[in-house]
């Protein structure tokens, strides 16, 4: 003989929780094997590198590794900030600065935001020398143009 179950109030309040009671379990087991799997990914990773079984030793590697690439990364910047001339520098910042403004902006206005912007007054020339040769070389590559005002912007001079 089967058996019977009154289904009311009491009933349907009991499965509710126990639906709520499977819900967080399964949520529980859920996140724990999310976890789990990303544990034997990174296992499995860590023992396929160099037959490296002991963490700390792996950790020294990677981080002498990452010490010696900072300090190559170091080394060639200087090299290249060495090699850049002042008035090529003036004139990436120009460029840059023009097109983030994005509109016509007086000589003075521009100088001025290089210097805020972190640019060195040495680096625009005894008297802007660097900036205003820097401007000239935009304007004959066509790469900036003024406007009847004076101002600088971006692209050729539209006739």
Do not use: C
Request: hydrophobic content about 45%; aromatic content about 4%.
């Amino acid at each position: 003989m089967a058996d019977s179950v009154t289904i009311n109030a009491e009933f349907i309040e009991l499965l509710r929780k126990q639906v709520a009671e499977d819900e967080r379990t399964l949520r529980d087991h859920s996140a724990r094997l999310a976890a789990n799997r990303a544990r034997l990914h990174a296992a499995q990773l860590l023992l396929g590198h160099a037959e490296a079984r002991d963490m700390d030793e792996l950790v020294a590697q990677h981080t002498a590794a990452l010490d010696a690439a900072h300090a190559r990364l170091a080394r060639v910047t200087a090299e290249v900030q060495d090699r850049f001339t002042d008035d090529t520098a003036v004139t990436h910042a120009i460029l840059t600065l023009l097109h983030r403004v994005g509109r016509p902006i007086s000589k003075a206005e521009l100088r001025n935001l290089l210097v805020e912007g972190g640019m060195p007054i040495s680096k625009l020339g005894d008297a802007g020398t660097y900036f205003y040769t820097s401007l000239k070389r935009l304007r004959d590559r066509q790469m900036i143009s003024e406007d009847r005002e004076g101002n600088v912007l971006l692209g050729p001079r539209m006739k």
